[in-house]
């Protein structure tokens, strides 16, 4: 039998294959992010290689790359030899837990009022809230401390980890920005059936934020993990010193900086979180699937 | 459930006084009743003595320590060296058990920040590391207290041995506040590995800025190395300690004694400045280009035959340097030989609560076996004692001759200024920035000093003033 | 019958908005309750300092509005300072913003190994700081430096950078994306929440890449490049750590920023009255343009609740 009704075959140019076009567009956007990636990745691998250098090869010239002798001592002596690491991670933990939680639950509160409730002087409260981003902290580090003093909270961590609960500006920013841009259909349908704002807060809008929340918590923990000018001045027993202070204190006044030893520790701080970074980035990148609205 | 709303106004003003109120109750002193005997006239002539309760105000004194008194003190010492500083605490620790030791330690810069806030709040360590550049503002605000009666009566310390140039720094209207740690000349370190390779004479004692020149010729490849690479990879620099010592040759001078004006633009100070500005059109030395190559500087990785030097210069050296070494005393000019000199110290601050024990522990730290232990052996700075001199030149990483840092000091350096005006800070940025400029190219030293001179003298003139 | 003239009543607000103004109050009670006992003394306090001649140790005198006249008058670093600024934060928000939402975009690709990528853009943001000036020294050192290197393989000499007063504040602003790895993250954040069907609809019409990019990518991201302008702006007028580090104001005055001009006031100076009085010019200009922004940001950004 003849067949007839067979489709006749087109051939599509190579170029317009599937096959073609994913490949394209993966060679495409390598081109365009590798050359920005080696240059940002270049002061990591200096860290990581000085971690590995005796000091006297750190500034040779010419300079060497791959260090000789491997010195895999300098990650063990530099995290015990001078300054008690272990104990100022624990340390840096309790504070900058204490921020993650504590931004996470007043900056949303804060962006959810400013993105989602109707209210005189919302306006000009918002721009109070920027407005403190505005003033550098040279000017008011002086009085901040006299303040801090006046009710004994120096040298505790009061002064690192309270403020924190009563909201950050970026953040609530940040929140509010994310929160403008959920559609407002799931709100009246709840409210219909009758949740309070509160209710709104914690079943819709929430959980749709995943993205953002984590984006807070990434820069609340990255923003304290490396904060070094409060903790110095508000602590004054060395024993509650953070991971950020004891880098410093490879910091010789005459130059004589221990490089090996503060880019070894440095990399065995940044290690866990770039780890954790690279495994969660689920939460950053298609976490959520905005469903719920019909187009 | 209708709720009134609260006007903005309402919560303004009710955060002011919540606010108000919480700053007021803390700072407010103590309200406590007390009974006290007063004469009181019952009748007519008649007085008696009663008992008649009063409420009084005082301020609550802290409670005198139990045990041992606490000292703090506050260090910029990198980790490394803390170990040493901790080793002699122990040491004082049990020499003198009602004494407890507790330490600071920030870098350099965060120090300078965080004193002015401390004593803002009037918690200030008992005792303080203060450089020179901040001894005259600190003195002058009255952070730190006098020692005149304590250097008086403690024949032991012999406040004598230090060098005047060095206890001048840290005077205030006649009086001494802080006492010097270390105070140190610049002088010409070189590299001995590149003179070998070259086959050239090493710098000989009583060298001129003309043999130096011609050294430095001799050592300078193109492309590769120089001859002399300034002071802290810096030729045209009028910083303190190394201003001087590029005009005193000349027998010129960078300011006047009092601070009042500067006078880099007398015609022997330019006369010097245009010598120095000239090795950078005869290329033996780098220009901010070619300087910044290396971050550990020129001279550290081994491309700069010779070099200015200052005892704090030397744990760099130790820590990073890769060939031998040696200093030679700075060259002499047409008319002398002079060079800058600079140090840091330690102080009592106001708020010491037991000033008379923070001097026990100054006294055994800063007099000659406690600056021997310090930083003689350590070779870190050199101590600001004549008779620290034999323990710093076997300290093991300082340079063989390292003798001619005390020869100086003992002969030819003077503390570099500015160090007794008010306008220090905005001083030492003018001639920052324009020394900057003159080694990036863009100036030339003669503009370059009429700028300084036109933009600084005003300062000067009003902070002399005033 | 004539209706009486009477003065227009203010309206009433509904028991319902009452509600929600009230509840707006709340949910901002903990930052309000944190700005009176933490941030605002502080702020206020700088305030009022700058009306003195405080050194910023015991001195302090209440001398009025001097400092702000001096600012015009005797500090003749003033209006350069201000200058460059300006040239520092808008060069580097605008190359800013542009780069990091076009890498936000093309780091959202499914392709295989772009999470490494994404972790590579943002190691700098957690890398030490130290190891970073000590490579941006390096790559921009005009004899050794991979900058220039790269440059001359293009045939181009390149400039002097750091040692020349032309180009350190432009090798400053190149530094300053370093930072794209931040923004970068909040913009993936962002590009999660455009829903899918937007993108459909438009293959539908006939819509090619670019004409997606620019109606549905951008608009339905507006509210979250809107935060990284206006974040960018506050931050850059602000930049002082490089400054600090690296140049010191230098070459000259070429790339003496504001912060760096008022720090250098306040702790090397001793005249913390006039850095806190500069601070409060900073606040101004900030707040300017940040309202500026957010009035014409009502004319670009779309917000999907409105």
Known sequence: MENALVAPVQTIPWYKTVKFRKTAQVVLVYALIIPGGIILILPFLWMVTTALKVQKQIFTFPPVFIPNPVMWSNFYEGWTKYVPFTRYLFNTLEIVTNNVVGNLVSCVLAAYGFARLKARGKEIIFYMVLGTM????????????????????????????????????FFIFLLRQFFMSIPRDLDDAARIDGASTWGILWHIILPLSKPALATVAVFAFIGNWNNFLGPLIYIRDTDKYTLAIGLQRFQGIYGNVQYHYMMAVATIIVLPIVIVFFLAQNLFVKGIVMTGIKG | MAKKSLSRRKFLIGAASVSGAAILAACAPQVVEKVVQQTVVVKENVQQTVEVPVQQTVIVEKAAPAGPVVLTAAHAWEAAFEAHQEEFDNNFMKANPNIFIKRVNSDWSAHNQIVPTWAAAGELPDIIYVHGSRAFPWNKEGILITVDNYVSADKPFDVAGIWPEALKLYQFNGKQFEIPYDHGPVIMGYNMDLFDAAKVEYPKPDWTVDDFVATAKKLTIPGKQWG???????TFDLGNEIGIALVGG????????????????????????????????????????????????????????????????????????????????????????????????????????????????????LNVDGMNFMWASSGRGSPARLACKETYMKAAINPPNAGYFYDAMDKYAVTGHPYHTAASGEVADILGKYCGLVRTGEMTPEDAIANIVKEANPKLAAAAAG | MTQALSTPKKPKLSPLRRKEEFEFYLSILPWIIGFILFTGGPIAASMFFSLTDWTGLTTRNFIGIQNYIAMFTTDKQFLTVVANTFYYSFASVILGTIGSVLVAIL?????????????????????SGV???????????????????????????????????????????????WGIGGNMIVLLAGLQ??????????????????????????????????????????????????????????????????????????????????????????????????????????????????
């Not at chain 3, 190891?131 to 790269?150: D, H, R, T, V």
């Not at chain 3, 929440?193 to 549905?216: M, S, T």
């Not at chain 3, 900030?286 to 779309?302: C, E, K, N």
């Open chain 3, 193 to 306: 929440g455009i829903p899918d069907h937007l993108y459909e609809a438009a293959r539908i019409d006939g819509a090619n890449k670019v004409q997606e990019f620019f109606n549905v990518t951008i608009p339905m991201l507006s509210p979250v490049i809107f935060y990284v302008m206006i974040v960018s702006i506050i931050g850059s007028f602000q930049i002082f750590d490089n400054v600090y580090v690296m140049t010191r104001g230098g070459p000259g005055d070429a790339t003496r920023v504001l912060v760096y001009h008022l720090y250098q006031n306040a702790f090397e100076y001793q005249k913390m009255g006039y850095s806190s009085a500069l601070a409060w010019i900073l606040f101004l200009i900030i707040m300017a343009l940040t309202y500026l922004q957010f009035r014409f940001g009502r004319s670009w950004v779309y917000y999907e609740s409105e």
């Open chain 2, 250 to 365: 000349w027998g010129g001078e960078v300011f006047t004694d009092d601070e009042s004006k500067l006078v880099v633009d007398s015609p022997e100070s330019v006369e010097a400045l245009k010598w120095w500005a000239d090795m950078y059109t005869q290329k033996i030395v780098p220009n901010a280009a070619e300087s910044t190559a290396f971050p550990s500087g020129v001279w550290v990785a081994g491309a700069a035959a010779m070099f200015g030097l200052a005892t704090w210069g030397v744990p760099q050296m130790h820590d990073f340097g890769n060939f031998k070494y040696d200093v030679a005393p700075w060259p002499k000019g047409p008319k002398g030989q002079k060079t800058g000199s600079f140090g840091s110290g330690y102080g009592i601050t106001k708020d010491s609560k037991n000033p008379d024990v923070a001097w026990t522990y100054m006294s055994q730290y």
């Open chain 2, 228 to 234: 002399y690479s300034g002071y802290y990879g810096n």
């Open chain 3, 107 to 127: 780091m959202n690709q499914k392709i295989p190994g772009i999470n490494v990528f994404r972790t590579i853009y943002y190691l700098p943001s957690v890398t």
């Open chain 1, 134 to 169: 505005m003033v550098p902290l040279w000017v008011t580090i002086i009085p901040q401390y006299v303040l801090f003093s006046k009710i004994h909270w120096t040298n505790t961590y009061l002064p690192l980890t309270v403020p924190a609960w009563f909201g950050w500006p």
């Open chain 3, 131 to 177: 190891a970073i000036a000590i490579m941006f020294m390096w790559l921009f050192n005009p004899q050794l430096g991979l900058i220039n290197y790269a440059l001359s393989l293009l045939g181009i000499q390149g400039p002097l950078w750091l040692a020349s007063s032309t180009w350190a504040m432009p090798a400053l602003i190149l530094m300053s994306l």
